[in-house]
């Protein structure tokens, strides 16, 4: 929950924080009505496919489009943001 605090400049970074956390939330509970009927129409098996493949290709969006920040000071990084 940290990473999406560190990735914003800290002018934004409540406001992002809150959509990010807002998302999150709309995601369960997509996930959760949704799955059953997934289940239903697909099988169990291709609907942890799906979630899997989903989940995967946030990860590579992620690593490609976000910076590293480990070993940084927020302020650091802030400051590498508006340059």
Not at 30 to 39: I, R, T
Not at 54 to 62: D, E, N, Y
Not at 64 to 73: A, C, D, F, H, W
């Amino acid at each position: 929950m940290f990473y999406p605090t560190e990735v914003f400049p800290t002018s934004v970074r409540s406001t992002a924080q809150g959509i990010t956390t807002a998302f999150s939330r709309v995601g369960a509970v997509l996930g959760v009505f949704l799955f059953p009927s997934m289940v239903k129409g697909l099988e169990l098996s291709h609907s942890l496919m799906l979630f899997g493949l989903t989940s995967a290709l946030a990860l590579v969006i992620s690593v490609i489009v976000v910076k590293e920040t480990k070993s940084k000071r927020l302020e650091d990084i802030a400051l590498s943001q508006k340059s």
